[in-house]
T-cell receptor
Framework: DAGVTQSPTHLIKTRGQQVTLRCSPK?????VSWYQQALGQGPQFIFQ???????QRGNFPDRFSGHQFPNYSSELNVNALLLGDSALYLC???????????FGQGTRLTVV | AQTVTQSQPEMSVQEAETVTLSCTYD???????LFWYKQPPSRQMILVIR??????QNATENRFSVNFQKAAKSFSLKISDSQLGDAAMYFC???????????????FGQGTILTVHP
């Protein structure tokens, strides 16, 4: 079992560009959550997908959007990148929203 | 909204000694979970220990134990016989079990960097 895998591991983008981050959940998991972790801070909840629908959303602007595919993998899209979007983006998966979340190793996004 | 506070930005401990990391939280709910996660330099968040709010008994996992004080909204982590591999950033986290808009979402504290000295 490969666990939760995220790609890419590192990414550098220019301000104003758009970026797509990807997450494959742990085998058998159908719920995917995304978190943003600024340097030296705790992760902040972005949104959660369950059964291909966005079930919950944190306090993030509409520039942050996502999708969950029928195989439960997920994408996080960020439009019109700002310098402040530079962070580690973590994906977590679980059997359902109530069970233990397993995290991937994250994607380090740098906006220049 | 729930909040989680970790008041110790950094802690250090000698190998084989015991250290306690502090966490307080604020919630109006009665049904929730509390967690301690470890994040080493590899960046992957690893679950250390979990406590269900309705259970009075403090959770224990090998060298890791918690002191859960529900009335005081306090949830500290004790690491016994500290090892070099325990060095990491530790996060306290809250998850509602009450349904509604907070269901399934983890709310994290700011983290405590733990250094273990040989």
């Amino acid at each position: 079992d490969a666990g939760v895998t995220q790609s890419p591991t590192h990414l550098i983008k220019t301000r104003g560009q758009q970026v797509t981050l990807r997450c494959s959940p742990k085998s058998g998991h159908d719920t995917v959550s995304w978190y943003q972790q600024a340097l030296g801070q705790g992760p902040q909840f972005i949104f959660q997908y369950y059964e291909e629908e966005e079930r919950q959303r944190g306090n993030f602007p509409d520039r942050f959007s996502g999708h969950q595919f029928p195989n439960y993998s997920s994408e996080l899209n960020v439009n019109a990148l700002l310098l402040g979007d530079s962070a580690l983006y973590l994906c977590a998966s679980s059997f359902d929203p109530d069970t233990e979340a397993f995290f991937g190793q994250g994607t380090r996004l740098t906006v220049v | 909204a729930q909040t989680v506070t970790q008041s110790q930005p950094e802690m250090s401990v000698q190998e084989a000694e015991t250290v306690t990391l502090s966490c307080t939280y604020d919630t109006s709910e009665s049904d929730y979970y509390l967690f301690w996660y470890k994040q080493p330099p590899s960046r992957q968040m690893i679950l250390v220990i979990r406590q269900e709010a309705y259970k009075q008994q403090n959770a224990t996992e090998n060298r890791f134990s918690v002191n859960f004080q529900k009335a005081a909204k306090s949830f500290s982590l004790k690491i016994s016989d500290s090892q070099l591999g325990d060095a990491a950033m530790y996060f306290c986290a809250y998850k509602s079990n009450a349904g509604g808009t907070s269901y399934g979402k983890l709310t994290f504290g700011q983290g405590t960097i733990l250094t273990v000295h040989p």
